[in-house]
């Protein structure tokens, strides 16, 4: 679970977490959060890696990796920290990871219609960035920027060995779908974020998808960053 | 049509540099590493002021008029390749400090984990 500056939303959303989801362990990155995020977090009896500095979202995601990748994790889930998820719905992507058939299942807002408005001005960019990603990994992906999603241990460690991927999320799952690992879309619901302002803002929103199109060609033409897939 | 006497101003300028970026290192400012991309440039700038023959093809095959434009173009191409080298290296430190970030925060997780909690904790 990233966080940044989300001291109203985290306790929320690891309560929901722990009530819906009692197995799991809750792990929150702080991504150098100036308020009391951390302090919180670790009194909701979560396990709080803080980064000492703000690194953005995707490199926060990427602590997360790293740590279940040492504490030998079989699969990870990752949520908002906002609330914006249903951790009731976590069997519903975690399923897949567990009994086998899915690396990567994603929770899209986008393949159901259930109620998610996307912003205008982040609709145009994201539609783009599906279908080019869609394209490469050749396999039919709606929401390539979803913050709800399940990982296996294969896809754990694939993610964690990434350094230096800009937009880690988008272009990840291009990396990923590539190298053989099986990417799977499952309709989730996602709701308008509890309090507070979300970390992306207009200008990133609308620069983002050309980032992350960018990002994609040192994916696209240096084979050695793509490792296949290991078999079982 | 009168050229400006550039080898008069570009050697000397050239030698300075050159004085300055060994000082540097000597006194341990510079990094021996970064200052051999600078000593390469401003060694390529000498030979060019020097030797007139060189400048003057260089000068013709770019088609410009004068020796000491040729100069400043060459200047700036150098200049591009000092940033262009900077960026690269910018990179390589992003990419590093954002790994030792995440290392400091996943050590600082099991250190705390083990330690007695500090009664003032305010964010760890």
């Known amino acids: 679970m990233p966080a940044f500056n989300e001291e109203r939303n985290i306790r929320h959303s690891i309560e929901t977490v722990r009530r819906d989801a009692p197995y799991a362990d809750v792990v929150v990155v702080d991504d150098g959060s100036r308020d009391y995020t951390a302090r919180l977090a670790r009194e909701a009896s979560a396990t709080v890696i803080s980064l000492p500095v703000n690194l953005g979202i995707f490199d926060a995601i990427h602590t997360a990796f790293i740590y279940a990748r040492r504490m030998g994790y079989?699969?990870?889930?990752?949520?908002?920290?906002?609330?914006?998820?249903?951790?009731?719905?976590?069997?519903?992507?975690?399923?897949?990871?567990?009994?086998?058939?899915?690396?990567?299942?994603?929770g899209s807002r986008y393949l159901e219609q259930r109620g998610y408005k996307t912003p205008f001005s982040r609709r145009m960019g994201m539609i783009l960035f599906a279908n080019v990603t869609s394209a490469l990994i050749g396999r039919r992906v709606t929401d390539t920027t979803c913050g709800f999603r399940a990982y296996s241990r294969d896809a754990i460690a694939a993610f964690a060995s990434e350094t230096g991927v800009d937009a880690l999320d988008a272009v990840g799952l291009v990396i990923l779908g590539r190298a053989g690992y099986r990417i799977l879309e499952v309709p989730a619901t996602v709701h308008t974020r509890l309090t507070g302002k979300s970390s992306i803002n207009l200008v990133r929103s609308v620069v983002y998808p050309f980032v992350a199109l960018l990002s994609l060609i040192p994916v696209l033409l240096n084979r050695r960053l793509v490792r296949p897939r290991p078999q079982p | 049509m009168t050229f400006l006497p550039y080898e008069k101003v570009a050697v000397p300028v050239c030698l300075?540099?050159?004085?300055?970026?060994?000082?540097?290192?000597?006194?341990?400012?510079?990094?021996?590493?970064?200052s051999l991309v600078w000593l390469g440039v401003t060694f390529a700038m000498l030979v060019l002021s020097l030797w007139s023959g060189l400048l003057d093809a260089i000068r013709r095959s770019i088609g410009a008029v004068n020796p000491s434009s040729t100069l400043f173009f060459l200047g700036i191409l150098f200049s591009l390749v000092i940033l262009l080298h900077f960026s690269i290296k910018i990179s390589e430190f992003s990419v590093q400090i954002r790994l030792l970030a995440k290392e400091i925060g996943l050590l600082r997780e099991k250190v705390e984990k083990g330690a007695p909690k500090p009664r003032d904790a305010a964010q760890g």
Do not use: C, N
């Open chain 1, 74 to 106: 079989d699969a990870a889930v990752q949520v908002d920290a906002d609330g914006q998820h249903q951790p009731s719905e976590l069997p519903v992507i975690l399923g897949p990871v567990l009994d086998g058939t899915a690396d990567v299942v994603i």
């Open chain 2, 16 to 34: 300075v540099l050159i004085l300055i970026i060994l000082e540097l290192v000597r006194r341990k400012r510079l990094v021996v590493r970064y």
